[in-house]
């Protein structure tokens, strides 16, 4: 790792455990010499994500579900507390009810649509809203996509949509917020062996079509991930955003 992230500091918010690729990019983020804030997401979850945080040597640990407004409030009034100001926001979070995923869009409740764009992607505006008067020099806002978001993916059903919106509102929080030199983006990984991924239907027919059908024939690792959102955390970054930037090992690019 040639690049430097000395004296940078920001919030991780989605590591469910080591394989996430939220904790990939917290690993790749930690080695180049940024500060992090690990979130959880509950009791249940705190015993997996409490020793990766340990061994980030996370300076903040906190809960955060990302319904509770009081938990996100407070993870952001303790950032600020800690350090006075933030360099970089992770978003990689997302959520749909698990019968409602496995089904037709057209056959999606209001309720479960609702919900999941809520958790998935206005989530997102909230924590913008929050970050933005702690990036007092500017700061980096990345999140996670996916290509089920441009083209219809066999079994990715309602979360196609709502990834679409989530890029959609990337473009529109990067024209808000460029003005203070707040830039936010997307990553766009292929399909790797998450948790979150794991709620996918059919998910080995995904992988094995992006090992067999990408120009590397092979995944992109969370640690890959990693190397990307570092890239869009620094100054060699400094003019790119609103963008979906895609590490999938090429995959996007064929029919």
Not at 32 to 46: D, F, I, M
Not at 81 to 89: A, C, L, R
Request: proline content about 4%; glycine content about 8%.
């Amino acid at each position: 790792m040639t690049l430097s992230l000395e004296g940078k500091k920001g919030i991780i918010v989605g590591i469910a455990n080591e394989n996430s690729i939220a904790y990939g990019c917290a690993k790749v983020l930690k080695a180049a010499g940024a500060e992090l804030a690990v979130t959880y997401l509950n009791e249940k979850s705190r015993q997996y994500v409490e020793p990766l945080a340990e061994a980030l040597d996370a300076r903040l640990f906190l809960p955060l579900n990302v319904e509770s407004a009081d938990e996100m409030e407070n993870v952001f009034q303790v950032a600020e507390e800690t350090w006075g100001e933030i360099d970089f926001v992770v978003h990689s979070i997302a959520w749909s009810p698990l019968d409602e995923l496995h089904g037709r869009v057209v056959d999606s409740s209001s309720a479960g649509f609702c919900r999941a764009m809520d958790i998935s992607c206005h989530s997102l505006v909230r924590m913008a809203k929050l970050a933005e008067p702690l990036m007092k020099n500017g700061g980096s806002i990345i999140t996670m996509s996916y290509y089920g978001s441009e083209k219809v993916v066999d079994h990715y059903n309602m979360m196609g949509p709502i990834k679409a919106a989530l890029e959609s509102t990337v473009r529109y929080l990067s024209a808000e917020l460029g003005e203070k030199n707040i830039r936010v983006n997307s990553v766009s990984p292929g399909p790797m062996m998450t948790r979150a991924a794991s709620g996918i239907d059919h998910f080995d027919e995904l992988v094995h079509n992006a090992e067999n059908h990408s120009p590397l024939h092979r995944l992109g690792t969370p640690e890959e991930v990693g190397n990307m959102a570092a890239f869009l955390v620094s100054p060699m970054s400094s003019a790119i955003t609103g963008g979906v930037h895609y590490v999938d090992a090429g995959h996007h690019i064929m029919a």
